[in-house]
């Protein structure tokens, strides 16, 4: 069996997700990026659910605020869906909260800004 062909192995003190960051950044180098995306969203979602749950209001409760379905709501919640900013604007709004949005540069640009990437 040749090397490209091989299943990856997970290798001294990784576990399953270490492992899988590492093999997808082989294939895309941009990978850890979105991955810290991931996280910061599902942070946020995250956040939102527990200012509802601490609000006393139900899902269904927020939903009908909203103007969408309880469904929707779960899905936003759990992070199942790719929802629109605007509908993450509403919850927020619902609650009585807003989203700031900010612009910053990736991980990579602050290391090559910071003279780490030269030699």
Do not use: C, H, Y
């Not at 180098?29 to 991931?38: G, I, Q, R």
């Not at 009908?64 to 309880?70: N, R």
């Not at 629109?84 to 700031?100: F, H, P």
């Amino acid at each position: 069996m040749n090397k490209a062909s091989e299943p990856a192995t997970i290798e001294d003190g990784e576990d399953f997700l270490d492992e899988l960051i590492r093999t997808r950044t082989l294939r895309n180098a941009n990978f850890p990026s979105l991955v810290e995306v991931a996280r910061a969203r599902r942070a946020l979602l995250g956040a939102l659910a527990e200012a509802r749950a601490q609000s006393g209001l139900t899902q269904t409760q927020a939903a009908a605020l909203m103007g969408t379905s309880q469904s929707q709501v779960a899905r936003l919640e759990s992070g199942g869906a790719d929802t629109k900013l605007s509908t993450v604007e509403r919850l927020a709004a619902t609650l009585g909260k807003r989203i700031e949005w900010r612009l910053v540069d990736s991980q990579e640009a602050r290391d090559s800004s910071d003279g780490l990437g030269s030699t």
